[in-house]
């Protein structure tokens, strides 16, 4: 059977089995990094041992949605450059210029077409959660909110390793490593901006001879 014909068959829950798997042998997120769901914060109320400003900020009048949507995903066969290209896609939104709605149809436009069902309504949820909710995406707006991340370093994480024979063909698991970098709006009208190391974490389908997909942004980090 084909590895993308496996949705349906049990393989999707065997890895997000595995995903909860390696979160308990990792112990999710630790004290050395920061947790990517930092980013869901508005700025000046950065998390703890960021060096971003706190000032009381004013709101400012939104911008004009744009025409054009987001950046999407690249197009690739290599786990490192999905993952990569991923997360700079979650970690780098623009909620100034852009609407929630527009990075989660393209986070979900690159589920796989196999995942229908239950499969993809396990993996929808956990996709979403990687953005700022609605009512957080409407603040960061209010300040003029713009990130950036910068890719510095790909892997596998070490405790794949524990669990490789339970992981279908074609499935890959990748931590990316960067620094995100917020500009906002501060107290005085200025722009502000504040830079923060980032982590995150990406499971992804890439079978020999096709283009890479996605199957899941896990909450924890995997290390």
Sequence with gaps: M?????WGTGALAVLLLVVLVLGLLSGGTSDSGPDPGAQHEVPGTPSTGTSAPTPSLQPT????????????VADTDSPDEYAASVAELV?????????RDDY?????????DEAVGESRVRIEPVIAAALPDDYQWLR???YGQVNTFEVEHVWEPDVVDDVRD????GYAVRTVAGTQTTRFNAENGD???SSTPRLLTV??????????????IPQEVLR
């Design 104 to 112: 989660l149809a393209l986070l979900l436009g690159e589920v796989s």
């Design 191 to 193: 722009r502000a901006s």
């Design 140 to 142: 960061q707006r209010d």
């Design 2 to 6: 084909p590895a993308t014909a496996r």
């Design 166 to 169: 339970r992981i279908p063909d």
């Design 61 to 72: 009048e939104p911008t004009a949605q744009p025409t054009s949507p987001p950046d999407g």
């Design 91 to 99: 970690l780098g939104t623009n909620p100034r210029d852009h609407a």
């Design 203 to 216: 499971f992804s389908f890439c079978p020999p001879g096709g283009t890479c997909s996605l199957v899941g």
